[in-house]
């Protein structure tokens, strides 16, 4: 059973930084490409960044280019998005998400199979 668990959300005066995790289990993690994404009130949730298997290839929302790194570790079955220069317009529920079916998945979430449950991020202007 897959299961993804995200962490690593909270509050945070703007300028700021906070990183999230995301811990995954029920599958080898270097088979499968991780995304994050999030979604803030009265909005439809919004790619914000993925990575392949490997970790070597990474894309980005322009939103977020220049300020947010996704990375991951195989051995330990994480995924990270370390967000910097934080904005109010950031704040939202942050999900990750899996697809086992593609090397590197980009930013349709309906290549996703697998979602977190989200964590909230909140950056106070």
């Known amino acids: 059973q897959v299961q993804l668990v995200e962490s690593g959300g909270g509050l945070v005066q703007a300028g700021g930084s906070l990183r999230l995790s995301c811990v995954a289990s029920?599958?080898?993690?270097?088979?499968?490409?991780m995304g994050w994404f999030r979604q803030a009130p009265g909005n439809e949730r919004e790619f914000v960044a993925g990575?392949?298997?490997?970790?070597?290839?990474?894309s980005y929302a322009h939103s977020v280019k220049d300020r947010f790194t996704i990375s991951r570790d195989n051995a330990a079955n994480t995924v990270y998005l370390q967000m910097n220069s934080l904005k109010p317009e950031d704040t939202a529920v942050y999900y990750c998400?899996?697809?086992?079916?593609?090397?590197?998945?980009?930013?349709?979430?309906?290549?996703?199979?697998?979602w977190g449950r989200g964590t909230q991020v909140t950056v106070s202007s």
């Open positions: 990575i392949s298997r490997s970790g070597l290839s990474t």
């Open positions: 998400a899996e697809d086992p079916d593609r090397y590197f998945s980009g930013s349709d979430p309906l290549n996703y199979n697998y």
């Open positions: 029920g599958r080898t993690f270097s088979t499968v490409a």
